[in-house]
T-cell receptor, first 112, second 111 residues
Framework: SAVISQKPSRDICQRGTSLTIQCQVD?????MFWYRQQPGQSLTLIAT?????????ESGFVIDKFPISRPNLTFSTLTVSNMSPEDSSIYLC?????????FGQGTRLTVV | RKEVEQDPGPFNVPEGATVAFNCTYS??????FFWYRQDCRKEPKLLMS???SGNEDGRFTAQLNRASQYISLLIRDSKLSDSATYLC????????????FGQGTILTVHP
């Protein structure tokens, strides 16, 4: 399976600021996704990152809050905008090749 | 009703024990099924795919019952290193590639 480098691995941010998370895949992947994992919970899909076009968001997630870029088949970013303490969570990117999904190491975000 | 439901546990078993996890899913159009393992503070990693014919990988056996929309994972001869959260994951239907995760089952194997 491919390897995804995700950064930052963790951050502590002030409320009202924004954080951009990056994921770099070591080879091209057909699909990329962004997930959120809140404390003690499982993963929830935020959006599908589409190469060269706007991301497709799941119910409850909007572009203004979580803008996503995917300029090519190996790279994507997720921005958490105007953060509040409720955004404290782990954010994970995922690449999908064939039937296997693999994940970045996650970004542990704390908003204070 | 959650799309994918698992017993969250925790399951606490001694080394060498056999333990079984169950999972149900609500979307009958789902096409792909997986068990992922997530260690503490780590990302999920694929443990095995699940097929209707059942599949086995060493000490791990996965089963799928499409009629009952039920998935299982059996771990034999548990090791300390099996301690982790096991995630039941479903994909497909009208949303190719998107994964829906169960809440996970926590397993602790003790000496």
């Amino acid at each position: 399976s491919a390897v995804i480098s995700q950064k930052p691995s963790r951050d502590i941010c002030q409320r009202g600021t924004s954080l951009t998370i990056q994921c770099q895949v070591d080879s091209q992947v057909t699909m990329m996704f962004w997930y959120r994992q809140q404390p003690g919970q499982s993963l929830t899909l935020i959006a599908t990152a589409n190469q060269g076009s706007e991301a497709t968001y799941e119910s409850g997630f909007v572009i203004d809050k979580f803008p996503i870029s995917r300029p090519n088949l190996t790279f994507s970013t997720l921005t958490v905008s105007n953060m509040s303490p409720e955004d404290s969570s782990i954010y994970l990117c995922s690449g999908y090749r064939g039937v296997e999904a693999f994940f970045g190491q996650g970004t542990r975000l704390t908003v204070v | 009703r959650k799309e994918v439901e698992q017993d969250p546990g925790p399951f606490n078993v001694p080394e060498g024990a056999t333990v079984a996890f169950n999972c149900t899913y609500s979307n009958s159009a789902s096409q792909s099924f997986f068990w992922y393992r997530q260690d503490c503070r780590k990302e999920p990693k694929l443990l095995m795919s699940v097929y209707s014919s059942g599949n086995e990988d060493g000490r791990f056996t996965a089963q799928l019952n499409r009629a009952s929309q039920y998935i299982s994972l059996l771990i034999r001869d548990s090791k300390l290193s099996d301690s982790a959260t096991y995630l039941c994951v479903v994909s497909g239907g009208t949303s190719y590639g998107k994964l829906t995760f169960g809440q996970g089952t926590i397993l602790t194997v003790h000496p």
